[in-house]
């Protein structure tokens, strides 16, 4: 069985697939999750065998955003560590947005929180019909704030304002989401790897 709660694949056609491996908490992400993406998107960055590079998840869920554990361990740290863990995460973000090979998000899954930034972080997003998407942050009373530049980049300001406001869930289908989810997929999701990859 695979472990590590990040895992990496690659293939002899140059597909490498970092695959977020933490299904029993939707695949949230703390600072370990975001120090290892880091790290793996670093050696592909460096890797002349990799021509792409797909973002998926196992289980239910894409991503649940930022782990409820890593957030209450959050709330005793100092102003220097939480600013430390942001930056963390926005490091991580600008990496994926500006890496040097085609970054596809391939969503089998609800995707909320930091789990969208990590979709409007990649050049294309297919999704599965099924797939839902939103800031439930905010409605806990938090800002999203690191993922904001890239969301807004992706959907447009008019959009991200309404999501951001409300947290509301939306879905591939939905026009707001066609700006940065190109295309959403009828087959399940265990098929979606063959689809996915001719984006590329």
């Not at 926005?90 to 596809?104: D, F, K, Q, V």
Request: with cysteine; proline share 6%.
């Amino acid at each position: 069985m695979s472990v590590g709660k990040v895992l990496l694949q690659q293939d002899n056609e140059g597909v490498a697939t970092i695959i977020l491996n933490r299904p029993d908490v939707h695949n949230a992400f703390d600072d370990e999750v975001i120090a290892d993406l880091r790290k793996k998107l670093d050696q592909l960055a460096d890797d002349d065998e990799t021509r792409v590079v797909v973002i998926t998840a196992r289980g239910k869920s894409f991503s649940a955003g930022a782990d409820v554990e890593w957030m209450k361990r959050a709330a005793g740290f100092s102003e220097e560590e939480n600013f430390a863990d942001a930056r963390n995460l926005g490091c991580l973000l600008y990496r994926l947005n500006t890496l040097p090979l085609p970054t596809i998000a391939m969503i089998q899954g609800p995707a909320f929180g930091g789990g969208v930034g990590l979709v409007a972080a990649c050049d294309i997003a297919v999704a599965v019909k099924s797939a839902t998407f939103a800031f439930s942050e905010v409605r806990l009373g938090l800002t999203p704030a690191s993922i904001s530049p890239y969301v807004i980049s992706a959907i447009g300001t008019r959009h991200a304002r309404r999501y951001f406001i409300t947290g509301r869930r939306s879905m591939p289908t939905q026009p707001c989401v066609w700006a940065w989810c190109i295309s959403w997929s009828p087959t399940p999701a265990r098929c979606m790897q063959p689809e996915t990859v001719c984006c590329a």
